[in-house]
C-alpha cells in the first residue's frame, strides 16, 4: 500500500516554475496520461477506479507505454490530498492498447460506466531527498498546474504533517503563493465544467 500525500496549484505562465525546477530538481521525462473514471451508474463516488493510457518518454528518448489501473481512497485537508492508494499495470496493454481494452470491457460488463475523461501533457522532476515528484501539467480544458507528490508507506500522522510542510515549502521555493493552491479534485472541476 502506498499513500500519496499531494497538492496541486493552479499556474497562469508555467515557464518560471518550469525553469526552476530545472534548476532544483532532476528531470526524470515528459508524459502524455489520458484517465478515464469508472463508477457505478456514472456517479462521481468517493472513490473511483482510473484507468490511465500512459505514454512517457525519457531522458535518453526511450518512449514506454502503459496502463494503469488505479483505485484511491481520497482525503483532502487544507488543500493537501492524502490518498490511500492502490495501482496495477494491466498485461498486454502496450501499443495496440488491447489490454486496458479488455479490462474496460470488464468494468462495463460489472456494471461500470465512465463518468469523466482527463488528458494532461506535462514534464516530471524529483526535487530533494526523500524525492518529491514534481510534475508541470497541461490539464486539456482546465490550464496548467504544477502538482507536488510525497509517497509514504502507511498513513501515519507525524509523515503526513512533515510532508505537508516539505510540499508547502518546496511551494514557496518555487515563488507559488499559497492560495494558488487548487483543493478540488480534476474530476471535480471537470464535471462542473469549472476551470
Request: glycine fraction near 8%.
Amino acid at each position: 500500500m502506498a499513500v500519496e500525500i499531494e497538492l496541486k496549484a493552479r499556474l497562469d505562465d508555467p515557464e518560471p516554475v518550469k525553469q526552476r525546477l530545472f534548476s532544483l530538481g532532476t528531470y526524470c521525462r515528459s508524459y502524455e496520461k489520458s484517465d478515464t473514471y469508472w463508477a457505478a451508474g456514472g456517479n462521481i463516488p468517493s472513490s473511483e477506479v482510473r484507468v490511465r493510457r500512459e505514454i512517457d518518454t525519457e531522458t535518453d528518448g526511450r518512449v514506454r507505454e502503459k496502463t494503469l489501473v488505479t483505485y484511491k481512497i481520497k482525503e483532502i485537508r487544507d488543500g493537501i490530498e492524502i490518498n490511500d492508494e492502490r495501482e496495477f499495470l494491466v498485461a498486454g496493454a502496450g501499443p495496440d492498447g488491447a489490454g486496458g481494452d479488455v479490462f474496460e470491457g470488464l468494468l462495463n460488463r460489472l456494471g461500470l460506466r465512465p463518468f469523466i475523461r482527463k488528458e494532461k501533457k506535462g514534464r516530471s522532476w524529483t526535487v530533494g531527498a526523500p524525492p518529491v515528484l514534481a510534475e508541470l501539467s497541461l490539464v486539456k480544458d482546465l490550464g496548467w498546474f504544477l502538482e507536488l507528490e510525497i509517497l509514504a508507506e502507511e498513513k501515519d500522522e507525524r509523515i503526513i504533517a512533515e510532508s505537508r510542510k516539505r510540499l508547502l515549502s518546496l511551494l514557496e521555493t518555487l515563488d507559488i503563493p499559497p492560495e494558488w493552491v487548487e483543493s478540488r479534485p480534476y474530476t471535480e472541476m471537470l464535471k462542473n465544467g469549472k476551470a
